[in-house]
């Protein structure tokens, strides 16, 4: 196909159609079919060569027997490779977005119950530490979105904090990110040594920030498994 969406046939160079539908090169191949059948060889190479490329033969029986499977091969599901069935059926898919989701649950309720306890939400005061200094910074948002069973512990800046003094930092660093503080049965305690929580702000107001319906939101569960294949997709591939 030619930039400008004209396809171009390989065979003739005509346009409107390809190779495969070449109604050129389908005459070609049906007068080669009929000279084998007037040989006496009804069923030769050319005539089953134009009956896979039409459907028929030329006594007008359906070759239903030269449709090869899709891609050649057994159709298997995406996600677990066993046969019968696709990802939007998949059984062991369903299991295993339910098991992130449950676990996902698990810590984003620990995570709500940490930010009221510490007091941490929109407008709580942080100092970190930079070149032995201390700068004073603002929580401003959070991205919570990027919360899930998987990503935790993978440090995410999930924390917007923006700098209380500009002329402290340098122009890129105004408005930057903090991983969540430690949080029992939640992530293992990866926030910098050389930050500090110095105002907290009333629990209410740190549970404030968190959106409703956030704890049971599964919206992540699509990205989270896209293009993604099972654990057992190898087994799988080769006993079913």
Known sequence: MSYNGTV???????????????????????????NEV?????????????????????DGVKATELKRSRRGGTRRCKYCAKTGHNTRTCTELKEHKTAALVDTKAIRAKIVAALEEQGLGIGALITKTEYGEKIGYMVTGFHLEQVNSESINH??????????????VQSYNRVTGIPLPPIEGVNDGSWNTNTELVGPVSGSAAVVTIPDGWVEDGGFLEALFEDRQSPNWSDNRYDY
Do not use: F
Not at 45 to 57: E, I, L, P, S
């Open 8 to 34: 171009h046939c390989r065979n003739c160079y005509g346009t409107g159609h390809n190779r495969r539908t070449c109604p050129q090169l389908t005459e070609q191949y049906k007068q080669r079919a009929e």
């Open 38 to 58: 007037a040989q006496g060889e009804d069923r030769g190479h050319w005539h089953t060569q134009y009956a896979k490329r039409t459907g028929v033969y030329l």
């Open 155 to 168: 440090n995410p800046n999930v924390i917007q904090i923006t700098a209380l003094n500009p002329s402290q």
